[in-house]
């Protein structure tokens, strides 16, 4: 399965979620699906897509928040699977696209084929981790967790197949805060 396929399972399910992106391809590949304005694009911060994503969910617990992170991502910032734990919010579902490689940066493989990530959060305390390798898995794993008392991990894994052409995100930092943020805002 390629990357593409989970943003184009995924982001239909999204209604008014605020949703933390890892950086590299990642935020590329949802970008270039639908941009919304309930998208926080990391731009060059590698690993803090679920930091950011916890903060949200503590000060946010009356929406669900998600975050689409990466097993190069996750692997750099083992110790916020821990954190995410201990905070234990059920507000959040965390999304790792797992292509077992640094793709963004040349492919060089990570670790994760060695190291189950999915296993490293039911053990950090996500009270539910799940793994999908296919497709049609996507839709109801991911239904599942956002039906479910957090926080919940997922676990896709694809192959390392994301398009280089695909554009970067438009927006600067300051406008991707900024419109985030108003969406956060009580209406």
Avoid: W
């Amino acid at each position: 399965m390629r990357g593409i396929e989970v943003f184009q399972e995924i982001i239909p399910l999204l209604k008014d979620e605020p949703v933390v992106h890892a950086n590299g391809f990642i935020c590329r590949e949802s970008f270039a699906l639908q941009d919304r304005e309930e998208n926080f694009y990391m731009i060059g911060s590698m690993g803090l897509a679920s930091s950011i994503g916890l903060g949200v969910a503590i000060c946010k617990p009356d929406r669900k928040v998600i975050v689409l992170d990466g097993d190069g991502n996750v692997l750099m910032a083992m110790g916020t699977l821990a954190m995410i734990g201990a905070e234990a919010p059920n507000n959040l579902v965390h999304v790792v696209i797992d292509n077992e490689v640094y793709e963004s940066t040349g492919k060089q493989r990570s670790i994760s084929n060695a190291v189950a990530l999915e296993q490293v959060a039911k053990s950090s305390g996500y009270r539910e981790a799940l793994r999908v390798d296919k497709k049609e898995e996507i839709k109801p794993a991911f239904e599942r967790l956002m039906n479910s008392e957090g926080p919940g991990f997922l676990l896709i894994k694809v192959e390392a197949c994301f398009d280089p052409k695909t554009g970067r995100v438009t927006h600067t930092p300051e406008e991707i805060k900024e419109r985030f943020m108003n969406t956060l805002l009580p209406h």
